[in-house]
């Protein structure tokens, strides 16, 4: 038998189908979503939203009182698409060349409108609801933005909850977890100066590339050596920027690396050894290191009873079974720096499919599985009136 609030949207279904695409059609990166919020403003301030813009640059909240309760919700969406090309092949493809909503934001950006305007119609709540659309997610600092601009100081929200659309997982699944769900994030660039010099004499250069070798490999032994088996950690070096000529050894060589952890003690271990070994490697061979921390997020923590509410409601919405518990993985999300500033709140997966031709996120073949446009809105709209009552 079918949920009354999941009967209620059907009627709306094709429209936030045909929403969707056209927001893959026009993807914006990240802090240049201004088609992007413009219209998810419009549509809020025409279902009856009250509409705040800018923080952030691009991000939009929209509020809706409803009768005289004094809870308040905060639901949040990503924006932002990916500087990548597009090769799905789809009627919707992008149109514009080297950006793709190859993370399936375009989705997430609907599935919370598709609610909002179910909410703002029915109105079978009592109290606050904000939606949160955020710009830069892919950045993994814009969540950190919109917290700085004042986002909790002038849309207070009691609880905070967050989605992603998860391919591999079976379609429609709901996945939670408790604790540290996704890790840490941090970016860093280590730069190596040397003595440059022709290849044919090395013996009067300080080769910054034989160093960043050197470094490259010493770095594999923070994982294997300094942190205990029992702890997830990853350090990638990604990048190694050294020149263009085969007859010429190099001054400065540009390393780039992702470090990702699930605790904040690991995360701060490793980023201090990090920086030890560069520095001593560098000067073991007379160069030196220098070390800029670019960005990084926090570990992405779900509060268990916040799970628990989004347990019951889906289990009410789609049954008990449809519920899946999950493991933590190695991906990062900016929607950690709102549970760190309002940790009432979680994270969860809606599976978008697990069969085997179906790509992943960050695929230039991905595309979002509008099939579960419609669970997810159920979902915040089930959420908004269980914990608005």
């Known amino acids: 038998m079918t949920h009354p609030i999941v009967e209620a949207l059907q009627g709306t279904e094709e429209q936030f189908i045909e929403l969707r695409r056209h927001f893959h059609q026009h993807p914006e990166i990240g802090f240049e979503e201004h088609q992007t919020s413009e219209q998810v403003a419009r549509l809020l301030t025409q279902w009856g939203y009250e509409v705040h813009r800018g923080l952030a640059g ?55 409108l598709y609610a909002a305007e179910y909410l703002a119609r029915t109105r079978n709540f009592s109290g606050t609801l904000h939606v949160i659309f955020q710009p830069a997610e892919e950045l993994l600092y814009g969540g950190r933005v919109m917290v700085e601009d004042g986002l909790f100081d002038k849309f207070p929200c009691d609880h905070i909850f967050g989605l992603h659309n998860m391919p591999s997982q079976k379609i429609g699944k709901i996945g939670l977890h408790d604790g540290a769900m996704m890790a840490s994030s941090d970016t860093l660039h280590i730069e190596v100066t040397g003595k440059g ?8 250069t300080v080769d910054a590339t034989l160093v960043a070798c050197h470094i490259t490999v010493a770095l594999q032994s923070i994982v294997s050596r300094n942190i205990t088996p029992f702890e997830p950690a ?73 799970n628990e509410m989004v347990r019951s409601v889906a289990g009410d919405l789609f049954g ?44 230039p073949g991905y595309d979002f599985n509008d099939k579960i446009l419609i669970t997810g809105a159920a979902l915040w709209s089930g959420l908004t009136e269980h914990y608005l009552r």
């Open 234 to 306: 990853v350090v990638t070096v990604g990048s190694i920027q050294a020149g263009h000529a085969p007859n010429i050894i190099n001054e400065k060589v540009l390393m780039k690396l992702t470090v990702r952890t699930l605790s904040e003690k690991v995360r701060q271990t490793v980023l201090q050894r990090i920086h030890d070994i560069a520095i001593a490697q560098a000067e073991s061979f007379n160069a030196t290191a220098t070390l800029t921390h670019v960005n990084g997020s926090p570990v992405l923590k779900n509060d268990a009873a916040a």
């Open 58 to 112: 691009t991000g939009v909240v929209g509020t809706l009182k409803v009768g005289n309760g004094s809870k308040r919700l905060g639901i949040r969406a990503d924006m932002d698409a990916l500087p990548m090309q597009e090769s799905s092949g789809k009627e919707w493809a992008s149109k514009t060349d080297g950006k793709f909503h190859g993370c399936g934001h375009d989705g997430h950006t609907t599935t919370l």
């Open 197 to 204: 010099g022709h290849g044919a004499v090395p013996e009067h």
């Open 320 to 363: 008990k079974d449809e519920v899946v518990t999950i493991g933590s993985f190695m991906g990062s999300e900016d929607f950690a720096f709102m549970l760190e500033k309002n940790p009432n709140g979680c994270y969860f997966t809606i599976g978008a499919g697990d069969e085997p031709d179906r790509c992943m996120v960050h695929n």
